[in-house]
Each structure stands twice: as C-alpha cells, then as structure tokens.
C-alpha cells in the first residue's frame, strides 16, 4: 500500500496542519514548528564497475537535499545496525525501526565509462512496505548531482505529497571587491549554489537577472551603455541580444510572461516611469500604465491574466494588480510602511514582496487580495524575493550593515521556518529561482 503523507503550511499563526492516509509515515506541522521525520540514508551499493566513492557523494546530497528543508532528521550511519550490501536484500524493518528511522532510502549505483545510472526505493520502516515503485536515474557522470537531486524530489514528493524544488538552478548577480568598488557579473548555479556558470562578464553593472518559464532564457539590465537596457541570454549559448532600447528612455526591471513570448518592464521616459509590455519576437511594445507615479517590478500570475506591480500612486510605495493587459489597478497592500519587489507565487495563492518598516526590511507574504500579511524575516537590508518552483520556498538576498557590508543569499520557507544561507563562493544577490529542470 503507497503510504503519502500531506501537510499543509499555513500563512496564520493558527494550527497548521498534516492530513496523512492509512499508515504511520506522516510530518506533523504546528503553528508552523514541524518534528523532523527521522530518515535513514546509507551509502548507494557500488555495481557494475562504480568504483570510488559514487555511492556514498550521492548519498549525501540526497541527504543534505532533505535535511535542508527542515522536514527531514538523518539518522547518522554510525547508528546503522544493518548495512545495506546488496539492492536485492530484504530489509530489515526491524533493525531500522529499533533506531527510530520512519524512512529508509536504499540504492544502488552503476558506472559504465562516462555513464552512470543509479536504481532506489524508498521504504516506510514502521508499515514495512515500500512508498510507490523503485526507480532507475542514468546520465553521465558530470551530472551526478543532478541525479542526486532527482533522486531527493522522488522522496521528498512520496513523503510530503507536494512537488520537489532540488534539480533546480537559480540566477543571480555574483558580487565581488568592496562595497563602494562592486564588481557584478550573472552567474547561474544549482539551488544549493553547487556548479556555478558565469554568464557575463564583470566590466559591466548588471542587474534584476529573471528565468523565463523554460529556463532557457533570462532577461537582466545592465549599464554597458551608461543608461540601463534590457537584455535577454540564451543560458545555453550564452548569446545576448538587446531587448528595448527606444532612444532618450530608461528600460529595467524586466520579466518574462508564463508564455515566454512576452515581456513586462519599467520605461522611464523624462520623469515619468511605467509599465509596458513587448512582444519578444515581434518586438512590438504596449503601455500598461499611465499615471504620473513611478511604477516597477511587474510580475505575472501564474496564468498570464494579472500583473502585480509596485507604485507610490497613493504617496508612498505599495502594492497593486492589474489585468495583464492594462487598466483599472487595485491596491492590495494597506500595512505600514513601504512594499516593494512583489512576486506571484508559482501555485497563485500568494504574493511575497519587500518591506521596510521601522528602519528594519522584511521579507513577507501575503494572499493575492492584500489579505493574512506575514513578514518572514527581519534585518538590515533583506529584498528581491523569488519563489522554489513548488511555491515553499522563498530565495532572498540579505546584505549586512556597514562599510564592509556583504551581500549574502538565503531561503526561508513560506512559515517564516528554516531561515538557511545558500552557500555561493561571492556575495549574491538579486536571485531569480528558475523552473525544475527537463
């Protein structure tokens, strides 16, 4: 019987909540504090001609993929009292559930030349049974992690019901030299800031990097020109275009529609910034708003229809949504203090932003009407939100105060739990979190 654990995270102080099926596998969630589920991850069994250490690298990443999600406890090998020496063993469910493992996660691993393929299951120890069908993952041996990642979805989906985020890239800007010297290069990494891949160079200043829906592209600005343009990359080629440059304006802020073939941005004509919409292969342009106010950082809902924006049209900077294509805007966000960089959550239900409040910013959520605020974090400087695929997460930048200042990215998941920083050998920021990779 496939045992699957559902929890969901409520935005409210109020009990959260896990509804498990049949069977004692289940993550128990209150007021947003979860009791890890113990999980038990040995090393892959070496096959087929995988010497080395494949097994126990990959062991480890699925291992760190689980455990960074504050969900999931390891149990540490050295508590093991059976050894899993052959894929094709019976488990000892009594071994493991006398070391109070819930889970266990048996694989083994191949290595023919520059192919690798790794098979695996995952087990409910306390029901004996295991949680859906076996699997088998192959690519080469370069993209082992990827593997690992793929492997650490499958679980992590069996076990909370809900998609994964781990074989996941994220754009963003690698900053390096002193804060009033700062150099700025794109770069594109793995979620947990593994394979860095720079996209650019580092003459330039450039700013605001955003996937599109494939993950094939990414719109950014830069100042190569001393003015701010839009450009688009292919992250395959690493070949740019320009995307907007009307002379005499200013273009930034850029994101791409979930169709990929549109584009909404800033235009900054003499003191008037709004929002406009391009076709990317046509390039034919479309003003979205037209009000004296200064008005960035569109982001499209899920299904293309509503764009939320920020605008200080009231007098100071706040929230609204329009129709993707123009009109009456609606204010949704009423708190104190300022709100900025708002992004649609990929499920649609909510929308994360920027605040500062009280010489403090925030990281926060709240529903797409402007209702059940919840600010998630709280320092110096934390801005630029950008959402996990499976809507749970949230990346950030964090910059610290003074002279030597640093900017550092971290995650948070939607409870305001589980604050972590992603490891990146530069300061970060501005990240954009694209879709699981094909």
């Known amino acids: 019987m496939i045992v699957r654990a559902l929890f969901l995270m409520l935005m409210c102080l109020a009990p959260a909540w896990a509804a498990a099926q049949s069977?004692?596998?289940?993550?128990?969630?209150?007021?947003?504090?979860?009791?890890?589920?113990?999980?038990?991850?040995?090393?892959?069994?070496?096959?087929?001609?995988?010497?080395?250490?494949?097994?126990?690298?990959?062991?480890?990443?699925?291992?760190?993929?689980?455990?960074?999600?504050g969900l999931f406890r390891e149990i540490p090998s050295s508590a093991f009292i059976s050894q899993v020496s052959s894929f094709a063993a019976p488990v000892q469910y009594a071994d493991w559930k006398a070391i109070n493992a819930q889970a266990l996660v048996a694989g083994a691993v191949s290595v023919n030349g520059d192919q690798i393929s790794v098979k695996f299951r995952l087990y409910d120890v306390f029901s004996g049974a295991e949680l859906g069908e076996g699997l088998q993952l192959a690519g080469t041996t370069d993209a082992w992690r990827r593997i690992a990642h793929k492997m650490a979805d499958v679980v992590y989906s069996r076990i909370t019901g809900e998609t994964g985020y781990f074989d996941s890239r994220v754009v963003f800007v690698s900053e390096t030299g002193p804060k009033d010297s700062r150099r700025k290069r794109l770069a594109?990494?793995?979620?947990?800031?593994?394979?860095?891949?720079?996209?650019?160079?580092?003459?330039?200043?450039?700013?605001?990097?955003?996937?599109?829906?494939?993950?094939?592209?990414?719109?950014?600005?830069?100042?190569?020109?001393?003015f701010p343009r839009i450009y688009v990359l292919d992250v395959g080629s690493v070949q740019r275009r320009v995307l907007e440059s009307q002379p005499g304006t200013m273009s930034f802020a850029p994101r791409f529609a979930p169709n990929g073939q549109t584009v909404v941005y800033s235009l900054t004509q003499g003191a008037n910034t709004d929002i406009w919409a391009m076709n990317v292969g046509s390039g034919q342009?479309?003003?979205?708003?037209?009000?004296?106010?200064?008005?960035?950082?569109?982001?499209?809902?899920?299904?293309g229809s509503q764009i939320v924006f920020e605008s200080d049209r009231s007098g100071t900077q706040q929230l609204y949504v329009m129709p993707a294509g123009g009109g009456e805007a609606r204010r949704i966000s009423f708190g104190e203090g300022r709100y900025g960089t708002p992004v649609w959550s990929p499920r649609g239900d909510l929308i994360a932003f920027t605040k500062q409040s009280k010489g403090r910013f925030h990281i926060g959520v709240m529903r797409t009407d402007g209702s059940e605020e919840r600010l998630l974090t709280a320092s110096f400087l934390d801005e630029g939100p950008t959402w996990a695929p499976n809507g749970r997460v949230i990346m950030f930048a964090r910059e610290t105060q003074g002279a030597a200042g640093r900017s550092t990215l971290y995650s948070v998941d939607i409870t305001g739990r589980n604050l972590r920083p992603v490891r990146t050998p530069e300061g970060g920021s501005d990240p954009s979190w694209g879709p699981l990779q094909r």
């Not at 589920?37 to 291992?63: F, N, S, Y």
């Not at 955003?210 to 830069?222: C, E, I, K, P, Q």
């Open 285 to 303: 342009s479309q003003r979205l708003t037209s009000t004296p106010a200064i008005e960035t950082a569109p982001s499209f809902s899920p299904d």
């Open 188 to 226: 594109v990494m793995d979620y947990d800031g593994a394979n860095i891949q720079y996209l650019t160079g580092s003459e330039d200043i450039v700013l605001a990097p955003r996937f599109s829906g494939t993950g094939d592209r990414v719109l950014y600005t830069s100042y190569e020109t001393g």
């Open 23 to 69: 069977g004692p596998l289940r993550i128990e969630i209150t007021e947003g504090v979860i009791e890890p589920l113990p999980v038990a991850i040995p090393d892959l069994v070496p096959e087929g001609g995988a010497t080395g250490d494949w097994g126990q690298r990959i062991a480890r990443v699925v291992a760190e993929d689980l455990t960074g999600t």
